[in-house]
C-alpha cells in the first residue's frame, strides 16, 4: 500500500497559517506511532498556505468557518480524489484527525463491512467509518487534540478474547458506541440505512432512509451530509484533560526551545567575535 499525501489549509479567519503546523505534525505522528500498527495505513500531513500550492494528488483537508451546511465532512473531486471540509470550532484538530483517518482507511468513501446486530441477530452492511463509534473519545498527541479511532476487530465477525476495539479502548466489544459517537448501516433487506447513537445512557436508532442512487454521491458522502450538522460533543472531563495536556506540552516546548534559542545566539556572538 502506498502512501497517501495529505494537504492541510485554513479558509477561516479564525485559523491562522500558523496553527496549521503542530496539528499537521500531531495527525502526521499519531499516523506513524498509533494508526500504521492496527490498519497498515501510512501518510504524510503538511501544511499549505494556499490552495494554488498543493501538489497534484495530495487530498486537502480544509478548515472553514462555522458549520456551513452541506459543506463539512467528506467529498470527492471530478478526479475522484477525496477531500474534506472541517469546521474551526473548538478542537477542531479531533476533526482534522477524523478526516484523514477514515479517509486512510476508505479513500473511495464506500466501503462495507458485514457482520450481525440486534437480538435475533440480523446481517447487516456496515459503513466503514473509524472513527464515527468513538469521535468523542479524544486524546492528545503533543498537546494537539486527535480522535479516538476503531481498529479492524471492531468489524470482525468472530473476534478473539480480549481483543482491542479501539485504540484508546473507549469501545469494549464490536460494533458497539462509546459516548456521544455513531454507527451506520444499510439492512439489505430493505436498503435502507440506519444510524445508531448514544449519549452513554439513552440510544437511538434513526433511519436514515434509503441511499439516492444517480447523484453521484458515494456512501459516506450522502451519510456525512445527513449526519454532520453538529459539532463533535466532547464530555466536560475530555475537554479538561485535553487543555492539561496542552499547556503542559506548551511548557515543555518552551523549555526546550531556550535552549535552541541560546544556543543560535551564543553561535551569532562567537562569529562575531571571530572576524
Known sequence: MGTRNFALLTDSPNVS???????????MRQIND????????????????????????ASRITVVQGRPEGLLG????????PYAYVSDED????????????????PTLSTFRAGTI???????NFLVEVCDPCQAAAYPVDGIAVSDFVTPAYYDPHPAAGGQYSFKDSVDAPLTVAPNGYLVWQDPSDRMYYVFTTDGTNTSTTK???????????PREWVDTVLRNDAIPLSAE???????????????????????????????RNKRRTR
Open 17 to 27: 497559517f500558523s496553527d496549521l503546523a503542530p496539528v499537521a505534525a500531531a495527525v
Open 34 to 57: 498509533h494508526f500504521f500498527r492496527f490498519w497498515g495505513e501510512s501518510g504524510t500531513v503538511t501544511p499549505f498556505a494556499d490552495q494554488t500550492q498543493v501538489p497534484l494528488g
Open 74 to 81: 467528506v467529498h470527492r473531486s471530478k478526479d475522484n480524489q
Open 91 to 106: 478542537h477542531w484538530s479531533v476533526a482534522v484527525s477524523h478526516e484523514v483517518l477514515e479517509i486512510l482507511v476508505d
Open 118 to 124: 440486534g437480538e435475533p441477530p440480523q446481517r447487516m
Open 208 to 218: 436514515l432512509g434509503e441511499f439516492p442512487g444517480g447523484t453521484g454521491f458515494t
Open 238 to 268: 475530555t475537554v479538561a484533560s485535553l487543555r492539561a495536556a496542552s499547556v503542559a506540552n506548551s511548557l515543555a516546548m518552551e523549555c526546550h526551545a531556550k535552549y535552541w534559542t541560546d544556543e543560535l545566539q551564543s553561535m551569532k
